[in-house]
């Protein structure tokens, strides 16, 4: 079998299972769990900022940083095909009144010009701008990274607009390793981070909001009115540390075999394999005969288990659980039915 729906799939190791098992844990709703404090000292630290707060999922990490940079009322620029405007079900609007204006969908490849062109400034009767944000890896952009000039230079209209920058990077990581931009350098970026740890890291669960040490007080806030107020959550924490200790560098071993099944699709014209930059690999059905769909209830009969993001794009995702007989068995499976 290989599963390639999602790195969100995989299973936690015997190792992480081990520190999960034995972790010193507290009640972290009074602030006293030792583990997951370390653990949003240790990321706070990572990415250069006062502070960090641990949330049980990414879209609760998203929202919540968007509260804290955008205000009920306010507007949030962001792609058309961003995270936090197509999968997070309307949570922008419906927790924080964010009012959500967005640019046509061009994956990693942001036209600063154009985002800097979309800003309004307050005042009657329009809505004013108050923050961007970005995606780091991009999931409907194929894992594609946005590179450090653009932002930079994204940043740079930010303050000179004073609004804020927020970064979704559920996937920096994998940014981090494909081009080298160290975490502190992205982080000196952003207002506000997500960042996860259940996707490619391969903990069970957890996501933290990253931030300046007043906005993560309001956040432990926003997130117990979210209902995210958890106890000993010292237990989720420890997997999470040891992801964070020993599996962001082996995140090149997910984009070497991503680019080898990109590779091998490729002649099928389904795939761009230069375009295949981390552990993403989308598939372009709009020339074939299978859509995304039909290809993935194939593929499944035959135990190779793909996501159909749209009805003629599909997605493959390498991840800590997928081996090389995995990937092999995937492109003879996905060769035959592309044939």
Same mark, same amino acid.
């Given at each position: 079998?290989?599963?390639?729906?999602?790195?969100?799939?995989?299973?936690?190791?015997?190792?992480?299972?081990?520190?999960?098992?034995?972790?010193?844990?507290?009640?972290?709703?009074?602030?006293?769990?030792?583990?997951?404090?370390?653990?949003?000292?240790?990321?706070?630290? @990572?990415?250069?900022?006062?502070?960090?707060?641990?949330?049980?999922? +990414?879209?609760?990490?998203?929202?919540? %940083? @968007?509260?804290?940079?955008?205000?009920? +009322?306010?507007?949030?620029?962001?792609?058309?095909?961003?995270?936090?405007?197509?999968?997070?079900?309307?949570?922008?609007?419906?927790?924080?009144?964010?009012?959500?204006?967005?640019?046509?969908?061009?994956?990693?490849?942001?036209?600063?010009?154009?985002? %800097?062109?979309?800003?309004?400034?307050?005042?009657?009767?329009?809505?004013?701008?108050?923050?961007?944000?970005?995606?780091?890896?991009?999931? @409907?952009? =194929?894992? =594609?990274?946005?590179?450090?000039?653009?932002?930079?230079?994204?940043?740079?209209?930010?303050? %000179?607009?004073?609004?804020?920058?927020?970064?979704? =990077?559920?996937?920096?990581?994998?940014?981090?390793?494909?081009?080298?931009?160290?975490?502190?350098?992205?982080?000196?970026?952003?207002?506000?981070?997500?960042?996860?740890?259940?996707?490619?890291?391969? %903990?069970?669960? =957890?996501?933290?909001?990253?931030?300046?040490?007043?906005?993560?007080?309001?956040?432990?806030?926003?997130?117990?009115?979210?209902? +995210?107020?958890?106890?000993?959550?010292?237990?989720?924490?420890?997997?999470?540390?040891?992801?964070?200790?020993?599996?962001?560098?082996?995140?090149?071993?997910?984009?070497?075999?991503?680019?080898?099944?990109?590779?091998?699709?490729?002649?099928?014209?389904?795939?761009?394999?230069?375009?295949?930059?981390?552990?993403?690999?989308?598939?372009?059905?709009?020339?074939?005969?299978?859509?995304?769909?039909?290809?993935?209830?194939?593929?499944?009969?035959?135990?190779?288990?793909?996501?159909?993001?749209?009805?003629?794009?599909?997605?493959?995702?390498?991840?800590?659980?997928?081996?090389?007989?995995?990937?092999?068995?995937?492109?003879?499976?996905?060769?035959?039915?592309?044939?």
């Amino acid at each position: 079998m290989a599963d390639l729906r999602s790195d969100t799939v995989t299973r936690p190791t015997p190792a992480m299972r081990e520190v999960m098992a034995t972790a010193a844990v507290g009640d972290d709703v009074f602030g006293d769990d030792p583990t997951v404090n370390a653990l949003e000292n240790h990321v706070a630290a @990572l990415f250069g900022h006062e502070a960090a707060l641990f949330a049980p999922s +990414g879209t609760m990490a998203n929202q919540i %940083a @968007l509260q804290l940079v955008v205000a009920p +009322g306010g507007e949030l620029l962001a792609g058309a095909d961003a995270h936090v405007v197509t999968y997070e079900l309307g949570a922008a609007a419906a927790y924080g009144g964010i009012s959500t204006r967005t640019w046509s969908p061009d994956g990693a490849a942001l036209d600063v010009d154009r985002i %800097a062109g979309m800003i309004r400034p307050a005042g009657y009767p329009s809505v004013p701008t108050a923050a961007i944000a970005v995606e780091q890896t991009h999931n @409907l952009g =194929g894992g =594609g990274v946005v590179s450090l000039s653009v932002l930079r230079d994204l940043r740079a209209v930010a303050d %000179a607009h004073r609004i804020a920058l927020h970064c979704d =990077g559920a996937r920096i990581w994998h940014a981090h390793v494909a081009d080298g931009v160290p975490l502190a350098e992205y982080g000196a970026l952003f207002d506000t981070l997500s960042v996860c740890l259940s996707k490619g890291l391969g %903990a069970p669960v =957890g996501s933290l909001i990253i931030g300046s040490r007043d906005r993560i007080t309001r956040a432990r806030v926003i997130r117990k009115r979210m209902g +995210g107020g958890m106890r000993q959550v010292g237990i989720l924490a420890a997997a999470g540390r040891y992801a964070l200790d020993h599996h962001i560098e082996r995140l090149a071993q997910d984009h070497e075999r991503a680019h080898r099944i990109a590779e091998a699709l490729a002649p099928y014209g389904v795939v761009d394999p230069d375009r295949v930059r981390t552990n993403l690999v989308p598939l372009d059905l709009s020339k074939s005969v299978l859509d995304a769909p039909t290809l993935a209830a194939e593929a499944a009969k035959r135990d190779v288990f793909i996501a159909a993001m749209l009805p003629r794009t599909a997605r493959l995702v390498t991840h800590l659980d997928l081996d090389d007989d995995g990937v092999d068995h995937a492109i003879s499976v996905l060769r035959g039915l592309l044939s």
